[in-house]
């Protein structure tokens, strides 16, 4: 996460309100830019703000006599090297996200299979598998008993056959 004590102590020449704009153009302008170097992406700023300044629209009027200043750059600076470690901080943790959100996945699996063994199955459901059933020519199993997990699992079954002898089984 960015440091909440850089971001305090970047543009104090700012209002909270100009440098809260500011800092929230900054971060997309320098991941949209993030293949550059620091000193590009400084230069492509200044040349975008010079550009809406001389066509009259300017992003940010209140940086425009802060663009040549030395202490701007240095903020600029300090502040896109923060980004590029928020970036490179959230890459390295892509694999352990994923892995969590795997993880997640599954235990949502389990408590619906959990659920779903408790409940009686439903009409629609039960209509379904004789239906299934009988146009793929298969015994039709015991219902009375079977929960919505049994007939889910059995039309499964059905409709995707696991193969009979796995490759490398003799």
């Known amino acids: 996460m ?9 543009f104090l020449y700012l209002t909270p309100r100009q440098k809260s704009q500011l800092l929230s153009f900054l971060k997309s302008f320098v991941k949209k830019y993030s293949s550059l170097s620091i000193d590009d992406i400084f230069d492509k700023f200044t ?30 600076k300090i502040y896109a090297k923060s980004i590029f470690d928020e970036l490179k901080y959230k890459e390295a943790q ?14 949502r699996k389990k408590v619906q299979d959990y659920k779903m063994s408790k409940l009686k199955p439903t009409k ?11 146009a793929h020519g298969v015994k039709i199993n015991e ?13 499964m079954e059905i409709i995707d056959p696991a193969p009979e002898n796995p490759e490398g089984e003799a």
């Open 2 to 10: 960015l440091n909440y004590h850089i971001k305090q102590n970047l």
């Open 47 to 76: 040349e975008e703000e010079n550009y809406y300044k001389d066509i009259e629209n300017p992003h940010f009027e209140f940086i425009i006599e802060y663009l040549e200043n030395e202490d701007f750059y240095k903020d600029f």
């Open 94 to 107: 892509r694999p352990v996200i994923e892995a969590q959100k795997a993880k997640a996945k599954e235990f």
């Open 124 to 134: 629609k459901q039960l209509y379904y598998y004789e239906k299934v059933a009988r």
């Open 143 to 155: 219902v009375e008993n079977a929960t919505r997990l049994d007939l889910r699992n059995w039309i």
